[in-house]
C-alpha cells in the first residue's frame, strides 16, 4: 500500500519570491510520483513527473521537483511564483505492478497562495 | 485533439435516490479512473476500467459501480445516495494506466440534499 503525506496545508508568498511544497510518501514496493495542480472548479492539470532516471524532474510553468528515495520524498520548487500560480497543489504515487494499475494515491494538498 | 469530457458538470439530487454521470475520454485512450473528490478525505480512488473490464477498485461501498463501454466511454453510478455522497467526482484518460499520463476532466458537482 502506498500512501503521501504533504506536509503544508497552506503556504502562502509573495509574487517573484521561490517557493517549495513538501511532499513525502511510503510505500512497499518502488512507485512513480506525480504532482498536479488543480485552479478553482477544475479538474487537475499534471505538473511534471518522476519514472525513472534523473531525480531532478522538470515540469511545465517553471516548475521542477527532486526525486529523493532515501528520505522518500518528493518536493516541488519554482524559483519565482507568480499570482497566476495561486491554486492547489496535489502529490501523488502510482505503485509499480498490476494490482496498482491506473490507481493514483493523492496527499491531501497544499493551497499556494501568491501574494502581490 | 478534445479532453476528457465528463457530464453533467453540476447535479443536485435527494437522498435515496441514484445517479448516472458519463466521462468520455481522450480519442484513443483506452483506461479511465474515477475519483471522488471531498473537502474532507481529499482525493480518493474508485475504481479503474480498461477495455471494457474493472481492472482496480478502491474502498467504496457496493453502492458505488461503474462500467465502460466498447468505445471506452465509462460512467459510474451511486445508488441510494446518501448526504456524504456530495463531492467532485472527477474521471481520469489514459492510454494505459499505470505510469502514463492521466488527463484528468473538469468533474461533476454532486450535491446530495
Known amino acids: 500500500a502506498q500512501s503521501v503525506t504533504q506536509l503544508d496545508s497552506q503556504v502562502p508568498v509573495f509574487e517573484e519570491a521561490p517557493v517549495e511544497l513538501r511532499c513525502n510518501y511510503s510505500?512497499?514496493?518502488?512507485?512513480?510520483l506525480f504532482w498536479y495542480v488543480q485552479y478553482p472548479n477544475q479538474g487537475l492539470q499534471l505538473l511534471l513527473k518522476y519514472l525513472s532516471g534523473s531525480t531532478l524532474v522538470k515540469g511545465i510553468n517553471g516548475f521542477e521537483a527532486e526525486f529523493n528515495k532515501s528520505q522518500t520524498s518528493f518536493h516541488l520548487r519554482k524559483p519565482s511564483v507568480h499570482i497566476s500560480d495561486t491554486a492547489e497543489y496535489f502529490c501523488a504515487v502510482s505503485g509499480y505492478g498490476s494490482g496498482n494499475t491506473g490507481k493514483l494515491i493523492f496527499g491531501q494538498g497544499t493551497t499556494l497562495q501568491v501574494k502581490p | 485533439k478534445a479532453g476528457v469530457t465528463q457530464t453533467p458538470r453540476y447535479l443536485i439530487k435527494t437522498r435515496g435516490q441514484q445517479v448516472t454521470l458519463s466521462c468520455s475520454p481522450i480519442s484513443g485512450h483506452r483506461s479511465v479512473s474515477w475519483y471522488q473528490q471531498t473537502p474532507g478525505q481529499g482525493l480518493q480512488f474508485l475504481f479503474e476500467?480498461?477495455?471494457?473490464?474493472?481492472?482496480n477498485k478502491g474502498n467504496f461501498p457496493g453502492r458505488f459501480s461503474g462500467r465502460q463501454f466498447s468505445n471506452s466511454r465509462s460512467e459510474m453510478n451511486v445508488s441510494t445516495l446518501e448526504l456524504g455522497d456530495s463531492a467532485l467526482y472527477l474521471c481520469?484518460?489514459?492510454?494505459?494506466?499505470?505510469?502514463?499520463?492521466?488527463?484528468f476532466g473538469q468533474g461533476t458537482r454532486l450535491t446530495v440534499v
Open positions: 476500467y480498461f477495455s471494457e473490464t474493472q481492472r
Open positions: 481520469a484518460s489514459s492510454l494505459a494506466g499505470g505510469a502514463t499520463e492521466a488527463f
Open positions: 510505500s512497499s514496493v518502488s512507485v512513480y
